[in-house]
């Protein structure tokens, strides 16, 4: 049965080398907890399920390596690496987007175009950069050292498919060609918004539900122009969950949405 302690009994429990002041540390995310004394201290507070162990003893070894992203300085928002590191970790990912493609899905020259167009206080060489992360980032649906390929269910509505780039005729054509690529992975599963759809509660914009194995809660990520945000708590998150369920039945199927894609792409032209 879990306990509640104060930082001063907890310390007196563990013994030799802990204090008030290092639980406080550890708890404020000032000083990294001892992968080796984990089991122990959550002992102490009653937490003794298997799993819930395992998992915390080795997020305490990872703690101190470092994403691939952090190669890119501070190009990378702080809350753009908060989204990568959970990105990295995840088992799955929900998304609706209204009016891009997902970024997991985005052709090279189609990321610059949306990037440079939405992150409108970055200098050119910064968008390059801000490309490339994106790019490198979606390694992860076909292959992870820790574990298997990332899930990703994708909603995408039919207007977003409809973009015209002035400077990159063929940049469109590529993108759905790529999207139909992408569906074949059997980890990728994506529908289209139909134009003529229904009301539903993606309406309001686009989010992101981002799931864990057990023992991790749920996050659900929400973006704008300034970067992202996470909205957590059991009660929160519910709502996304049921919402997104909402805008998968208000979707076109999967079958009907790849032929509506290739529908678009062959009417692209070159």
């Not at 501070?74 to 989204?83: E, G, K, N, Q, R």
């Amino acid at each position: 049965m879990k306990v509640r302690l104060s930082g001063e009994a907890a310390a007196a429990a563990m013994g030799a080398g802990w204090s008030e002041s290092k639980i406080s540390r550890i708890e404020n995310a000032k000083a990294r907890m001892p992968p080796g004394e984990v089991a122990k201290l959550l002992a102490v507070y009653g937490v003794e399920d298997a799993a819930t162990v395992a998992a915390l003893e080795n997020l305490a070894k990872d703690a101190g390596k470092q994403g691939w992203w952090q190669t890119y300085g501070d190009v990378v928002a702080l809350s753009y690496t908060d989204y990568l590191t959970l990105e990295s970790d995840a088992e799955s990912v929900h998304v609706y987007t209204p009016s891009l493609i997902p970024g997991l899905l985005q052709t090279g020259l189609y990321a610059r175009e949306i990037i440079a167009a939405t992150a409108i206080t970055r200098s050119p060489a910064e968008v390059n950069a801000l490309a490339e992360v994106r790019k490198t980032r979606q390694a992860i649906l076909t292959t992870r050292p820790d574990g298997p390929p990332l899930k990703l269910w994708a909603i995408i509505h039919e207007a977003a498919l409809a973009l015209r780039s002035a400077s990159h005729p063929n940049l469109m054509r590529d993108q759905l060609r790529h999207l139909l690529d992408m569906a074949d992975l059997p980890n990728v599963t994506i529908q289209v918004m139909d134009l003529h759809a229904g009301s539903h509660p993606g309406m309001l914009g686009l989010f992101e539900v981002v799931r864990f194995p057990t023992p991790w809660p749920t996050v659900v990520n929400l973006e704008n122009l300034r970067g992202g945000y996470f909205v957590e708590g059991t009660d929160d998150v519910k709502v996304f969950e049921e919402a997104f369920e909402q805008v998968v039945a208000a979707a076109l199927p999967v079958d009907d949405s790849r032929v509506r894609i290739k529908e678009i792409m062959e009417g692209n032209g070159t």
